[in-house]
């Protein structure tokens, strides 16, 4: 082998080198920072606040002119997505305040489990108010875990 070669030889062997070791401090160094952090959640997180209010202080200027600006060129964004929510949360308001003037004298039980405490009501479409399926709690997360699983969004938990 001439010295090129070697030299070669030599960079290839330690790049593999290099990476093998790169990977092993990572993992380590990944475990350390899980550690630390699980030891000191509760400073961290207080820590982190003061940063975050010493920032705002210090650049409260600087973040008003950013959310005058940014509300300037979004106005119609966010007033249109401020009138979505504003129909969608009195939608489901009304619709739960309809059912429940309804149904109040009603004694509801679990349609999975008979059970006839803590019932909630649920709604499959905010549009048919008093369209509702009685669940206890459980049952009722339950429902809305295998709705959410099968990405059916439309389903609100009430
Ligand atoms: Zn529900
Ligand atoms: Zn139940």
Same mark, same amino acid.
């Given at each position: 082998?001439?010295?090129?070669?070697?030299?070669? %030889?030599?960079?290839? !062997?330690?790049?593999?080198?290099?990476? %093998?070791?790169?990977?092993?401090?990572?993992?380590?160094?990944?475990?350390?920072?899980?550690?630390?952090?699980?030891?000191?959640?509760?400073?961290? !997180?207080?820590?982190? @606040?003061?940063?975050? /209010?010493?920032?705002? @202080?210090?650049?409260?200027?600087?973040? /008003?002119?950013?959310?005058?600006?940014?509300?300037?060129?979004?106005? @119609?964004?966010?007033?249109?997505? !401020?009138?979505?929510?504003?129909?969608?949360?009195?939608?489901?308001?009304?619709? !739960?305040?309809?059912?429940?003037?309804?149904?109040?004298?009603?004694?509801?039980?679990?349609?999975?489990?008979?059970?006839?405490?803590?019932? %909630?009501? *649920? *709604?499959?479409?905010?549009?048919?108010?008093?369209?509702?399926?009685?669940?206890?709690?459980?049952? *009722?997360?339950?429902? *809305?875990?295998?709705? /959410?699983?099968?990405?059916? /969004?439309?389903?609100?938990?009430?």
């Amino acid at each position: 082998m001439n010295k090129k070669e070697y030299m070669k %030889e030599y960079v290839i !062997r330690n790049k593999e080198k290099k990476k %093998e070791y790169d990977k092993i401090y990572r993992e380590k160094n990944k475990e350390k920072t899980k550690e630390y952090y699980q030891k000191n959640k509760e400073q961290i !997180r207080e820590k982190r @606040k003061d940063y975050l /209010k010493e920032y705002v @202080k210090k650049n409260s200027e600087k973040i /008003k002119e950013y959310q005058k600006e940014y509300k300037k060129q979004n106005k @119609k964004r966010i007033q249109g997505l !401020r009138r979505l929510y504003y129909i969608k949360t009195k939608k489901e308001h009304l619709a !739960r305040a309809k059912a429940y003037n309804y149904y109040k004298d009603h004694n509801f039980v679990c349609v999975e489990c008979g059970i006839d405490e803590n019932i %909630e009501l *649920h *709604h499959p479409n905010y549009n048919e108010p008093l369209n509702i399926i009685p669940y206890c709690k459980e049952h *009722h997360i339950n429902l *809305h875990n295998n709705l /959410k699983n099968n990405g059916n /969004k439309n389903m609100q938990i009430m």
